[in-house]
């Protein structure tokens, strides 16, 4: 008498790659939203007519705004180059040149995104998980550093890679963005260099544990 074996799970492929297509289509759609209008007047019913796409597809994907708020935000990185890997201290001057064209290429979506509740809440969360990135390359280069001193060092030199700041280079004074990227890199080249020199200027170094030596010393003066 034969044993017959267990059917094995069916696997799609093909159904996939037709799920990810569905996905890159609805955050291709709010894109063209988002370069015109507001995060807040966008709501899923909405995706779904500009996707082309039934309702019910796209709660499958994200079943909320804050689901398809931060799927849109992390999709974005890459395109302007947020998620890019951090080089060494003294190559920070480097970073510019690699996101500021990347910002240019999404000017018009990033410009109508910032400043806008949503856009802040996510940058701010972004941060947050991004500091650890920026402070450890600042600790492997300098580590006799102050952890308060290299918080506040990777905030000065992290502003300077933002969007924020191209944008205020570019649309509040007037540089062109070839002057937007060499006084980035100016800016965060001359940071990192101040911070190998003197870095007394964000506060000063936590008092060390006393030693017993020091203890003693102190209790006979």
Known sequence: MSVKSKPRPYHSNLRDAQSAQTRERILMAAKRFLETDDFEKLTLRRIAELADVSAPTVYAHFPTMDDLSRAFFFWLKPHIGTDLALPALDAFASIPAQVYPRYAAQ???????????????????????????????????????????????????????????????????????????????????????????????????????????????????
């Open 107 to 221: 000017g018009r979506l990033l410009r109508n995104l910032m400043n806008t509740p949503a856009w802040d809440r996510l940058r701010r969360d972004d941060w947050a998980a991004k500091q650890d990135g920026w402070t450890a390359a600042i600790r492997k280069s300098l580590p006799g550093l102050a952890p308060r001193q290299i918080e506040r060092a990777a905030i000065a030199l992290a502003a300077f890679s933002t969007p924020s700041v191209w944008r205020w280079l570019l649309d509040i004074t007037g540089c062109s963005e070839a002057e937007a990227e060499l006084i980035a890199q100016w800016a965060m080249e001359a940071l990192a260099a101040s911070l190998q020199r003197d870095p007394s200027g964000l506060g000063p170094k936590e008092p060390k544990h006393p030693t017993p030596a020091t203890r003693k010393q102190g209790a006979s003066s």
